[in-house]
């Protein structure tokens, strides 16, 4: 089956710092760029990162540059999100997603259920 | 950064009426413009890429059409399954945008 499934969040105190993960099946992992894309509650999605298949070339917003960075390990099928020096307004449920093909000018045809981060004393 | 501008934020309609939504970039980008329903509690699912090419499984009551910077989701007969958010969303290259989202609900 075909499917993309996130962990690691988790409740962690303003300036902490967290490790999401996402595994990917059902496809040949290396051959798509994979983004994150995040929802606050009860808030519209906000695209967070991307890495191209085979990793040379990363991307974020301009909200998480230089606090957050994207990796991934195509041996193990695995999707990474570190982020550091966490606000309270990077919480939100954390998506991982697909391309729908190879290159760049695809859109998110495959979503994981979401992992929580909050980020409160 | 290209800005996404959706409209309106939200409608009311009845079941059977034709539904409209709006979504306007700030730059022209040609037609990578794609459209998401999200149901309460759940997951985004595309529906419409391209900007008018439909998704296997998308009932056709569903259709998009625009190119450069004005794009539109309509909905010929609203059906009571429609109920969600509706986001427009600009996916070439990097950043990628997002609309604010459309919140559809049935009178």
């Known amino acids: 089956e075909v499917q993309l499934f996130e962990s690691g969040g988790d409740l962690v105190p303003p300036g902490g710092s967290l490790r999401l993960s996402c595994a990917a099946s059902g496809f040949t992992f290396n051959n798509y760029n994979m983004h994150w894309v995040r929802q606050a509650p009860g808030k519209g999605l906000e695209w967070v990162s991307g890495?191209?298949?085979?990793?040379?070339?990363?991307n974020y917003a301009d909200s998480v540059t230089g606090r957050f960075t994207v990796s991934r390990d195509n041996s193990q099928n695995t999707l990474y999100l570190q982020m550091n020096s966490l606000r309270a307004e990077d919480t939100a449920f954390y998506y991982c997603?697909?391309?729908?093909?190879?290159?760049?000018?695809?859109?998110?045809?495959?979503w994981g259920q979401g992992t929580l981060v909050t980020v409160s004393s | 950064d290209i800005q996404m501008t959706q409209s309106p934020s939200s409608l009311s309609a009845s079941v059977g009426d034709r539904v409209t939504i709006s979504c306007r970039a700030s730059q022209g980008i040609s037609n990578s413009l794609a459209w998401y329903q999200q149901k309460p509690g759940k997951v985004p699912k595309l529906l419409i890429s391209a900007a008018s090419t439909l998704e296997s499984g998308v009932p056709s009551r569903f259709s998009g059409s625009g190119s450069g910077t004005d794009f539109t989701l309509t909905i010929s007969s609203l059906q009571p399954d429609d109920v969600a958010t509706y986001y427009c969303h600009k996916y070439n290259g990097a950043p990628q945008t997002f609309g604010q989202g459309t919140k559809v609900e049935i009178k």
């Open positions: 890495i191209s298949g085979g990793g040379s070339t990363k």
């Open positions: 997603a697909k391309r729908a093909g190879s290159g760049s000018n695809y859109p998110l045809d495959l």
